[in-house]
């Protein structure tokens, strides 16, 4: 499956934005589709993921109450809603998936073999 990420842009604080990864060549049916982002300098860090199979979501404890996840199966798309948006969120923000991934390994980035090209936020303060 390929995945395309939009959304991105600049927001103000306290702003709000909606990613979107949309999948082609396949369904995410049977996967679980994670979000990550890189700062300039820093390491790719876990945002949020949900499986698709069971509808189990996990978020980062920083972005937790903040962002919400969502999907449309019809449409093969999932959503990243971010609100309140801080200037440490400001990163390249990045959907991957893949099948086969474990509860426990939901939030590690190499267990994901899909990779979308990242879409830029940037929160200005």
């Known amino acids: 499956v390929q995945l395309q990420a939009s959304g991105g842009g600049l927001v103000q604080v306290g702003g709000s934005l909606r990613l979107s990864c949309a999948a082609s060549g396949g369904t995410f049916r049977r996967y679980t589709v994670g979000w990550f982002r890189q700062a300039p300098g820093k390491e790719r860090e876990f945002v949020a993921a949900?499986?698709?199979?069971?509808?189990?979501?996990q978020y980062a404890e920083s972005v937790k109450g903040r962002f919400t996840i969502s999907r449309d199966s019809l449409k093969n798309t999932e959503y990243l809603q971010m609100n309140s948006l801080k200037p440490e969120d400001t990163a390249v923000y990045y959907c991957?998936?893949?099948?086969?991934?474990?509860?426990?390994?939901?939030?590690?980035?190499?267990?994901?073999?899909?990779w979308g090209q990242g879409t830029q936020v940037t929160v200005s303060s």
């Open positions: 949900i499986r698709w199979t069971d509808s189990n979501t």
């Open positions: 991957a998936a893949s099948q086969g991934i474990i509860i426990t390994t939901m939030r590690n980035p190499t267990a994901y073999r899909n």
